[in-house]
Structures are given as C-alpha cells and as structure tokens.
C-alpha cells in the first residue's frame, strides 16, 4: 500500500551493500543517515554490525567503498582512525560505516561488507599471537 | 471464544470512527482499503471461523505452564543456523518473567543507592531466579562496578557503550561496601565494564571496593569478574591481592573465533596470562573462566580450549549458551543441547576442574555454581597448607 506518492523523493539515496558471502543487498536511506543507521533500520542481514551503536569504541561497521565515492567522502577523524586500525582486512577504501553520513552524491553505490575474521573453519597454531 | 468474535466487533466500529479522525486528505485513498478489510472479515469462509474459535484462548497464554522438561527431547526446531535464517528458541531455554517480592526489594535497593547490575545491563535471562532467591533463598546479584557504560564493542555483549563514558563515582567502593553490607548477602560478585579511558583499567577503583567489603564483613565471599586491563598486569596484581576469594575472567570463546565474537583489543592469550598472573601473585585464589557455545565453534576446538585453561590451572569453568540480546550482534550459530552440555560438563570433570558449571543458562555467575564455590573456598581455609 503505498500512498506516499506525492512525497519527495530527492532526499532518498539507494546504496547497494554486497554482504560477506556475496549476496547484494539494497537499501534506501535519507541524506543525513548514517551507513549504520540504514543497516539497522532496513533489517539487513549483516551479521554483529554496529555492535557499540555508532560510538566509535568497535570496528564491527567497518565497510569499503568504491575509489571515487572514496575520494568524496569527508576527513576520516582520529578517533575513527583508531578504531578503524583494529580492524580486520583494512583497505585503502576503508571507512566505518556509523561515520558516513549519506549524500546524493552516492545514490546507487555499491559498498561491499569486509570478511569479519578468517576463516573460522582453520583451527589456529596456538604458538603465534592468537 | 466469544472475546474473539466480540472483540472483532467493537473493533470495527472503532476502526470506522478512528478513519473519520486521524486521516486527511490522504484518507480517501486509504479509506476504501481499511473498508474493504472490515467487510473482508466479517465474511470469513465457514472453516477459518472455526479454525479461530478452536484456536488458542486468552488463558492458554496466561496459565503459567512451561515447556515439560520431558518434552525437550522431541524439539524438532532447527538447532543448527542454515543461511539467512534466524533460529528460534528452543522450548529448554524459554524462562519465567521476572517477579516477586524479593526481585522488586532488590531492584529498588539499588536504585537508591545508585548501582548497576550487569544482570539488568546485559539481560540476563536468570534475572527472575538469582534475584528471587532460588531453592536456597540466596538473593545473588552481581554487581557492576565503575558505571554502565563501557569502552569496548563486542559482538555478544548488549551493554552500552561509549568512547568516553562518564567519570568514575569515587563514592562508588564505599557505597558498593554499604550495599552489601545492608542486604546480608554472603556471596557477592563483583564485576565491571572495560575502562579502557582510565590509566590502570579501574583497578584501583576494584581493589577498593573488595577491601572495603572485607573491612565490613570478613565472613563475605567475594569473587571479582574483571576485564583484561588491557594485558596490564601490574593491574591485574591490584585486584588479586585486594583480599578477593575468587579470581574471574572470561575468555568467552575458543581461540579461532575470538577476532570474531570479541572486540579487538582483547584476545585469548592475553586473557589467559590474566587468570596465570592471578594465581601467580595469589596462590590462595581461585580462578575460574567462562565460555559460550553456539557460535560456531567445534566439538574439537571447545576441548582443546579446556585444555589449555586446565593447563593455566584455572580452577572453575562454566559454559552456557549463547543467546542474541539485540538485532546487532551476532546470530545464534547453534543452539546446544541439555545432553551436550552435560556431556561438557562431564568432560571438564575428567579434565580435573574444581567445578564445571554446563548448561544452558548458566552463566559466569549463576547461583549453583556460587553454592558450590562456596563450599569450595570454605574447604581451602581450613585446609592446612
């Protein structure tokens, strides 16, 4: 039932997350939410994400990102850099999910959701720092 | 029955007069679908009327009969999680709502005197039984020192968290002593959020507290469940010698998934050099670890963890499951069977654990394994060393 017709609709940005085991995802936010705020309120099916709710004290948001959506997102702060540091599988287009606010400028994205951890099926040589 | 049928009733016509109110210029749309939904059920095909009224009751819901243990066995829900499903609760792990004299005396003592419980923060699910006394009529809570808040995200853990939380109550340690003190209880744990804010981790601030508990009442059994002060050991060394009986610190999880389950900053050799270290600066205590199954570990991988920790010389062990608190965190993988538990508990027996507590809802602190603990702590002293 959607009688919401008559409502605008410029401030609605579309991101496609591609979640761990491959399979695509999307979502529709407003301008202003936050990756972590869409993830939340859409439901989608990503496994132990946003687990300190947006405080910047977990880098269980942590997403990756296209180069030239990169390139325009805004400076990465200090705090978020420590977090994001203690992640697993960082790349050069690594940013934390709670921190990027949602702009026209990336409707239709694609951000890919990073493995959380290796494989866990691998049993690990208890010698090394575990 | 008749509530249903009657209830249908004077809920159409509040529909009908609740469309004339709230709906604008939008109501014209809407108003035809909400109509052809009042006249769609009150002409209900003949079998589904039926199917209502031999439905469930009011009291059904409402008449207090849990699950018979004798049932458990036959669950055929799914235990172990397939792709893009979220399991459902198995009848073993459904508890009572929290109720009763002795729960609200506790809730309101602590309210007034400004303390947190992990019981509340964490939602535990044995909220209703520790706090309400149990066979033996132990109230046991556990406290959670050094506020609500903590530094770290991890994966199972729903209590709240921040980068900067608010500064330690220094009035805390002495209120802690007082709390107790007032309630007579006799077996308290004490346990905190990660401060990785604070220089020493809130040691210091731990330490306090115990001692000032025993300066209150030296009879009192106090066991401590503390973080890993970040590998600090020097830290680790306050809280032990603070005059604790019990020395806590879980490990939460087998080696290969601890990067998953838990926040970064903490990891599994770490947390073992804490229970070592305790015992090292502290023979006299007794150290004891907790691991939550149903994240996807193995058979393989939960042994040779209970190795290792019997090779550390942690004295206690308690395994519970693990339950999603919020849509957050991480899924159930599996749900583990009453029968698998005992078989752990068998196994940590064999292993040469003091007490192995297994099961379900148990937890690091649950009520059985302090009456044992207890029993346990009073032997050691009088045992001649």
Redesign the interface.
């Known amino acids: 039932?959607d009688?919401l017709l008559f409502f605008s609709s410029e401030d609605k940005v579309t991101v496609h997350f591609i979640n761990r085991?491959g399979d695509k995802l999307t979502a529709e936010g407003k301008v202003g939410d936050s990756l972590l705020d869409v993830v939340?309120d859409k439901?989608l099916?990503i496994?132990?994400?946003?687990?300190?709710?947006g405080?910047?004290?977990?880098?269980?948001c942590h997403l990756i990102f296209e180069d030239h959506i990169f390139e325009k997102l805004d400076a990465i702060t200090d705090?978020e850099m420590d977090m994001l540091d203690?992640?697993?599988g960082l790349t050069e287009t690594s940013r934390l999910g709670c921190q990027i606010c949602l702009k026209k400028f990336m409707n239709n994205m694609t951000v890919r959701v990073p493995e959380?951890?290796?494989d866990?099926?691998?049993?690990?040589d208890?010698s090394k720092?575990? | 029955m008749a509530l249903l049928q009657r209830g249908r009733c004077c809920g159409a016509a509040a529909t009908t007069s609740l469309r004339r109110l709230v709906l604008g210029p939008?109501g014209r749309?809407?108003e035809s679908?909400v109509c052809s939904q009042y006249r769609a059920s009150s002409s209900l095909p003949d079998e589904k009327k039926e199917f209502l009224q031999n439905g469930p009751d009011l009291q059904d819901f409402v008449s207090g009969d849990f699950s018979d243990k004798s049932m458990w066995a036959e669950y055929k829900g799914n235990l172990k999680r397939q792709?893009?499903e979220r399991l459902r609760l198995p009848p073993w792990l459904k508890t009572e709502i929290p109720i009763g004299k002795n729960y609200n005396k506790l809730k309101s003592t602590l309210r007034s005197l400004n303390l947190h419980t992990v019981c509340e923060e964490a939602r535990c699910p044995n909220i209703g039984e520790c706090w309400g006394g149990g066979e033996y009529a132990t109230a046991t809570a556990t406290i959670m020192l050094m506020g609500d808040t903590?530094?770290?995200?991890?994966?199972f853990?729903s209590v709240?968290?921040?980068?900067n939380p608010p500064p330690l109550d220094l009035n805390e340690p002495y209120n802690t002593a007082k709390a107790i003190a007032e309630w007579g209880l006799d077996y308290v744990v004490l346990t905190s959020v990660d401060r990785d804010d604070i220089l020493d981790g809130g040691a210091e601030h731990f330490a306090k507290t115990v001692s000032h508990l025993k300066e209150r009442n030296s009879k009192i059994l106090v066991e401590c469940l503390t973080p890993d002060f970040r590998g600090d050991l020097k830290a680790v060394e306050k809280v032990a010698l603070s005059g604790l009986d019990v020395y806590a610190h879980n490990v939460e999880t087998v080696?290969?998934?601890?990067?998953?389950v838990r926040?970064?900053?903490a990891?599994?050799?770490q947390s073992l050099q804490v229970l070592k270290h305790a015992k090292k600066v502290q023979p006299d205590v007794i150290s004891k670890t907790s691991i939550m199954l149903g994240l996807?570990?193995?058979d393989?991988?939960v042994y040779s963890t209970m190795k290792?920790l019997r090779e550390a010389d942690v004295d206690c062990l308690t395994l519970g499951q693990y339950m999603q608190p919020t849509?957050?965190?991480?899924?159930v993988e599996e749900y583990v069977t009453p029968d698998k538990f005992k078989h752990w508990e068998k196994v940590g027996n064999e292993l040469g654990f003091h007490y192995t507590a297994s099961g379900p809802l148990v937890r690091s602190s649950y009520k059985a394994g302090e009456f044992f603990l207890k029993n346990l702590v009073e032997k050691r002293k009088t045992k001649v060393i």
């Open positions: 039932m009688v085991d939340v439901n099916d496994d132990g994400f946003g687990a300190c709710e405080t910047l004290a977990c880098s269980t705090e203690l992640a697993y959380a951890v290796a866990a099926r691998q049993s690990i208890m720092n575990s | 939008q749309v809407c679908h792709k893009g903590c530094t770290r995200g991890c994966r853990c709240k968290t921040a980068k080696p290969e998934l601890q990067r998953k926040d970064p900053r990891n599994f050799k996807g570990e193995t393989e991988q290792l849509k957050r965190h991480l899924k």
